[in-house]
């Protein structure tokens, strides 16, 4: 009987989570790290609809869901979690920075939003750049 009473809860707190996820202008789908030519080459696809740097977002007309100013926080820190390094592994310059929190020139810290038009925001930010940059792209 409690064992069902608390699958009860469990399944009410899933679909309560589930409900108020629709209401949120974009969703963090995935982030993570990739060399800056991939990310280049992945903005130059078929299915990218515009791009450009940080501040050009808020006026792109495939940027729906209203929420900037929560990108733009979101832009601000996405370095802050790295250390940039010359050449990242494991060098003795790098002694103490964990492999995973290394970052060098190359490379570019990126996020993926689900926006609520059905496509695609790619968020990076790279080290040598002072501001991020973005591009809008069709799910695939």
Do not use: C
Not at 34 to 57: H, P, Y
Not at 95 to 112: C, D
Not at 122 to 137: K, Q
């Amino acid at each position: 009987m409690r064992f069902r009473w608390l699958v009860r809860v469990a399944i009410a707190a899933a679909l309560i989570t589930s409900l108020t996820q629709h209401t949120v202008a974009q969703t963090k789908t995935r982030s993570g790290v990739l060399l800056l030519n991939q990310v280049r080459e992945l903005s130059t696809r078929s299915t990218t609809l515009s791009g450009g740097k940080l501040v050009d977002l808020e006026t792109d007309p495939n940027f729906t869901g209203g929420a900037f100013p929560a990108i733009v926080n979101d832009a601000a820190t996405i370095l802050a979690n790295y250390t940039v390094v010359r050449r990242g592994g494991y060098f003795p310059e790098n002694r103490g920075i964990p492999r995973e929190r290394q970052l060098t020139v190359v490379e570019a810290v990126y996020r993926i939003y689900s926006l609520p038009n059905g496509s695609e925001l790619f968020l990076y930010r790279t080290p040598t750049e002072n501001t991020a940059e973005y591009f809008i792209r069709k799910k695939s």
